[in-house]
């Protein structure tokens, strides 16, 4: 019988605690991923940033699928949707954005603890992002707080570059956590990774990166999807990913021309 991409006890786990790991689902994906990654380095979008590092190099960027034709077609023919689509318990996949984050070796600066939710204009119980390394990731893998995506209320969105707040205004946020500073409360789950590992997380589960003190690279690629219960929310001012022009209002499915569906 073939086997599975995703078990009954890794899905159990991601509903859980909020993020599995599950090993190998891209490894034949890896070249083609590394190439986009080369092409977006080359030639990147409207919304790359630097993240502000005096050492070393910390690049990401995202949005790109529709001009960088290895994303998609990761996006429309690598296993992405399907185990979305199976991780989240939704009868379809439908594509956010993907999101692509490189860390050079010799860069101490920690990727800030966050949950995604708040960045995004969109809600559900069925959310999932795909972060998939292509280089071997002892120390710099991402860092997850368990049980943080039934968190009540949602942690401070902060700007990456330097901490402050991402919203103006008076807003209702948990302070942005701290588990290495409270080891008894907050439990860490972090696994060292092989090019085409992935780990699969909700976008309200709290997470974070070490900076990269290895000798090579870490780059990854983020593939960010939602299921059938998401919906376009309104959040205090410019989300991250912004998408202007977007024409959404509270409570509708995301726009199937801009976020393709799958029914995998
Ligand atoms: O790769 C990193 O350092 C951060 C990635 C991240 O926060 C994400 O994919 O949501």
Redesign the pocket.
């Known amino acids: 019988m073939e086997k599975p991409m995703i078990t009954d006890t890794q899905i159990e786990a991601f509903q859980r605690d909020g993020a599995v790991m599950v090993p190998g689902v891209f490894a034949d994906w890896v070249d083609v991923i590394a190439d986009g990654i080369a092409r977006n380095m080359a030639e990147p979008g409207e919304y790359a940033s630097e993240n502000s590092v005096t050492e070393g190099r910390f690049f990401d960027d995202y949005c790109n699928w529709t001009r960088i034709p290895e994303f998609g077609r990761i996006v429309r023919e690598s296993p992405a949707a399907k185990l979305a689509a199976r991780a989240m318990g939704s009868e379809t996949a439908q594509f956010f954005h993907d999101?692509v984050?490189v860390?050079e070796p010799g860069t101490p600066k920690p990727?800030p603890w966050?949950q995604?939710a708040p960045y995004y204009f969109v809600e559900g119980q069925q959310t999932v992002?795909l972060?998939i390394p292509i280089d071997p990731v002892e120390q710099a893998s991402?860092r997850f707080i368990a049980g943080s995506h039934k968190w009540d209320k949602m942690v401070r969105p902060v700007s990456w570059a330097d901490d402050s707040d991402f919203y103006d205004g008076p807003q209702d946020w948990t302070p942005v956590p701290d588990p290495d500073a409270n080891p008894a409360d907050l439990r860490v789950l972090e696994w060292p990774m092989q090019p085409g590992d992935v780990v699969l997380f909700d976008y309200r589960t709290a997470?974070g990166?070490r900076g990269n003190f290895a000798q090579h690279r870490r780059r990854?690629l983020?593939l960010r999807w939602v299921g059938d219960d998401a919906r376009y929310v309104e959040r205090p001012g410019r989300t991250s990913p912004p998408f202007p022009g977007h024409g959404m209002a509270q409570g509708q499915r995301l726009r199937e021309d801009w976020f393709p569906v799958f029914t995998p």
């Open positions: 999101h984050l860390k990727t966050h995604d992002s972060w991402l997470h990166a990854a983020s």
